[in-house]
């Protein structure tokens, strides 16, 4: 299939240390100033850009780590793709379940915002595509899985490190509603990754709540969403007042990464917390 082709790219970094920036879930509606659970998505995103632009003034790429669209339209994706470009000239979308693929990839149109093989100083960013059209949950299956062995086979013979990025949780985070939907094949995801010792990060979106675990020596993160926040440990769905964010991580050349989270401190942002859900 032709979503499951290894897409690779060779991008710029202006120092040893690769600087990125994680902004995820975006959940923009088709028209400016939609709203979810009370929250406009695109005030909210500019809020987390501002804040970004101002706390991170180096930034060599910009990842967006699904559920870019709330619905999937063109004219979400048109206008977050010039919204990132005010941080940043080089950005990088995985698909979430809310995300049409083939319509993101309407707006790719130099062939590289859908890139999965992403070599960037002495990293490589591999992304992966965790949706199953037409449901909530992810699931990688034998094609994304086929595509990270070969990915992280050329990785390691590049002598590069990687960072694997994709839009579901691959572990349990504690909160029954969600943990419903994380990678159903996450099993294989971790056999697969055990074999390379030069995979030091995982790194998702989805579950709108900050997690930063190891996993045999490898860092696990998952981030705010840049508007929306769900309720740690909730067994239903459940929004938290938390204010919406981004990460940022520091990829270092001897294969360290540091890494943190940053919410919007100067603003107040209106959202539903009574709702049942979204989706
Ligand atoms: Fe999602």
């Not at 979503?3 to 120092?15: Q, T, V, W």
């Not at 994304?144 to 990687?162: H, I, K, N, V």
């Not at 509603?177 to 990678?183: A, I, N, P, T």
């Not at 001897?254 to 979204?278: A, C, K, M, P, T």
Request: with cysteine; hydrophobic share 40%.
């Amino acid at each position: 299939m032709s979503e499951f082709r290894h897409l690779r790219h060779h991008a710029g970094a202006s120092g040893d240390t690769v600087h990125l920036l994680q902004l995820t879930d975006t959940h923009l509606e088709r028209e400016f100033g939609g709203k979810l659970l009370g929250m406009d998505t695109d005030h909210s995103l500019q809020a987390v850009i501002s804040q970004a632009a101002r706390e991170r003034p180096q930034v060599d790429a910009l990842l967006g780590t699904g559920d870019m669209s709330n619905h999937g339209s063109l004219e979400a994706y048109r206008r977050l793709k010039s919204y990132f470009a005010q941080l940043c000239g080089q950005q990088f979308w995985l698909p979430g379940n809310h995300d049409d693929r083939s319509l993101m990839a309407l707006v790719d149109d130099a062939g590289v915002l859908l890139s999965n093989d992403i070599r960037i100083g002495a990293w490589q960013l591999v992304l992966l595509d965790s949706q199953i059209p037409g449901r909530v949950g992810g699931r990688l299956g034998p094609g994304q899985l086929a595509l990270l062995r070969a990915a992280l086979d050329e990785g390691a013979a590049a002598g590069l490190y990687s960072l694997v990025c994709l839009h579901h949780q691959p572990v349990a985070i504690g909160s029954r509603w969600l943990d419903r939907q994380m990678v159903a094949d996450a099993d294989e995801f971790f056999a697969t990754l055990a074999g390379y010792p030069r995979v030091r990060g995982i790194l998702w979106g989805h579950i709108h709540q900050q997690v930063d675990r190891e996993w045999q020596g490898r860092r696990l993160m998952a981030s705010p969403s840049t508007c929306v926040q769900f309720a740690p440990g909730s067994d239903n769905f459940k929004a938290d007042a938390a204010a919406p964010g981004y990460r940022w991580l520091e990829l270092h050349s001897d294969g360290r990464i540091d890494s943190g989270i940053s919410r919007v401190e100067d603003q107040h942002f209106e959202v539903d917390l009574e709702s049942g859900g979204y989706l």
